[in-house]
């Protein structure tokens, strides 16, 4: 905003105006028709059967991760934007679909607070709670298994684990290779969330460092960039000409093997807006949840199975 304020020789609080109106235009323009806040059962499916056919894991409808958009320090603040990394950030929550598509933010919760309770108290996380979103009934994930699944979001260890959220089994060496199986399908399947926030830091130069705004500026400059990104990438999927807003080599890949082959999102060097949410949530969990994710891990090691996930214990 400084260097367009001497670029333009206009004030810096006029500077300053203009960009927050005109995201808040853009949000609520672009909002409804890019990101609208319900989704109906024949979506979900479609999502959940994009999922499947990309990254082999049936029954899901999305992956969520959440990232610390880093600020300055606001006035008169105390403590509620400072994180335990020790610098002042605001949070994107945000559930994602296999093809990099936001389906659901929560923008602009304090930096103190974790993922796992953001979600909790966040809308889409009420809505789920209380099976609100239209979200397909349980059914059987194959032929071979008659016992009806959920259909479920996966994430990692800073979320609950829940029936209509999947966590990876606690703990790097003491797990069966049957549990690390889960944990690597599941992983798979979690890095369109990875790649869809990177695919903002590559695109949108705002996130390449600290954001230097006040916290409305800064919620609202993250509104425009999330909704242009949805536009621009619908009309990469409608193979819109001479439009290439994801290009293939930008995101993580695999190759025939198996082997991840990483996309040039992870080539971006220094301090960038958004640093990783690492803090774990509690790992009590219902014994449905339990069970639910057991049925998961059941099936991954049978008739689920992909030829190389052996590779990779």
């Avoid at 994930?141 to 008659?146: F, K, L, N, P, T």
């Avoid at 807003?245 to 695999?254: A, I, K, N």
Wanted: net charge neutral; with cysteine.
């Amino acid at each position: 905003m400084t260097s367009m304020h001497y670029q333009y020789l206009v004030g810096l609080t006029t500077v300053s105006a203009i960009i927050s109106e005109t995201c808040a235009v853009i949000w609520k323009k672009l909002c409804p028709l890019v990101l609208p806040s319900t989704i109906n059962t024949e979506e979900w499916q479609r999502i959940a059967k994009t999922f499947s056919n990309t990254w082999n894991f049936p029954h899901c409808i999305g992956a969520i991760d959440g990232k610390h958009v880093v600020i300055q320090c606001p006035n008169n603040c105390g403590s509620m934007y400072y994180n335990y990394k020790n610098s002042h950030s605001v949070v994107l929550l945000a559930i994602c679909d296999a093809d990099y598509v936001f389906r659901f933010v929560d923008i602009g919760a304090y930096g103190r607070r974790s993922d796992g309770g953001i979600f909790k108290d966040s809308i889409m996380g009420i809505k789920l709670e209380n099976k609100q979103l239209h979200v397909p009934e349980a059914a059987p994930i194959s032929d071979e298994r008659e016992t009806p699944l959920p259909y479920c979001i996966v994430g990692d260890e800073a979320f609950p684990l829940t029936t209509y959220l999947l966590r990876p089994y606690p703990g790097k060496q003491k797990i069966t290779p049957q549990k690390r199986i889960f944990n690597y399908c599941l992983s798979r399947a979690r890095r369109v969330i990875e790649n869809s926030f990177g695919i903002l830091v590559s695109k949108w130069r705002i996130f390449r460092k600290p954001i230097i705004a006040s916290v409305l500026n800064t919620t609202r400059i993250i509104q425009a960039t999330i909704v242009f990104h949805n536009w621009l990438r619908e009309d990469d999927l409608n193979n819109c000409p001479n439009l290439s807003y994801v290009e293939p080599h930008l995101v993580d890949r695999e190759s025939e093997i198996g082997s991840v082959v990483g996309g040039t999102w992870r080539d971006i060097t220094g301090t960038t807006a958004f640093s990783d949410i690492t803090r774990a949530d509690t790992n009590t969990s219902t014994r449905t949840a339990i069970e639910v994710r057991e049925e998961f891990c059941a099936y991954f090691n049978n008739e689920g199975a992909v030829s190389w996930q052996n590779d990779y214990l």
